[in-house]
């Protein structure tokens, strides 16, 4: 598609370029024009959730990644009885809809009933002389694929960066280490002193302002001079 560019005005008759009028005022109210030394003012950080394999559940990644959020959330590593292999050592291609072993047969994952795909291999496994390190079933490997498998296998590929990990194993603690404190009292978190939601939440916001009080006071927060500060060696 051509973009036309408008012509440039021709001087006044008599008059050069330099001696043309210059261009008009802006109405009272207008807004100033954005100079080129002008920047956008950056916009929030991002949303970040850390959490453990608890909550690297496919429906919870598939939520936090619509919306936007940096997921931080472990994801178990698939497992198969016996050492075998498990089903990362299979070759999983969504879009093709197929699945390939480690001895490079290939099956088709067919829709079930249930939502998920299913990969049979079947007669394959038979003859196949990797037969007793995948599965002892008479017919053969089956590769289960769920709706949220390019979620759990996005996070599993993320928790292998080193410098995720460093961050997780970096973030992680404190908000675990927080949860903790909340709970080792006898007047703890962990069971309600009161019914109905209400009371159960305002005895909990209370719990939270007594452990934010103990972190303040091992900080040695003082107020001096109308602001608030910590003692350098609490630091």
């Known amino acids: 598609m051509a973009v036309e560019q408008p012509l440039p005005a021709e001087p006044a008759a008599g008059a050069s370029a330099a001696e043309q009028p210059a261009e008009p005022a802006p109405p009272a109210g207008a807004p100033p024009a954005r100079g080129e030394d002008e920047r956008a003012e950056p916009g929030p950080e991002p949303l970040a959730v850390y959490g453990d394999a608890a909550y690297g559940a496919g ?47 290939v099956a088709t994952l067919r829709p079930q009933a249930d939502g998920q795909r299913i990969a049979r291999f079947g007669a394959a496994c038979g ?58 009292r006898r007047h703890g978190g962990r069971r309600a002193r009161v019914r109905g939601r209400p009371k159960v939440a305002a005895d909990f916001a209370l719990l939270a302002a007594a452990a934010n009080l103990a972190r303040l006071g091992v900080l040695g927060l003082s107020h001096r001079d109308g602001t608030w500060a910590a003692s350098a060696a609490s630091r």
């Open 127 to 184: 003859e196949c002389p990797l037969a007793e390190r995948c599965t002892t079933s008479e017919n053969g490997r089956t590769i289960g694929v769920g709706p949220h498998e390019a979620q759990l296998a996005r996070a599993r590929s993320r928790q292998a960066d080193p410098d995720w990990k460093a961050d997780y194993t970096a973030t992680r603690p404190k908000v675990e280490r927080k949860i903790a404190h909340l709970m080792r």
């Open 59 to 105: 429906a919870l990644l598939a939520t936090l990644e619509l919306a936007d959020i940096e997921v931080n959330c472990k994801v178990q590593p698939p497992v198969a009885p016996g050492g075998r292999y498990s089903k990362d050592a299979f070759g999983i291609d969504l879009e093709a809809a197929t699945v390939s072993c480690p001895a490079g047969q």
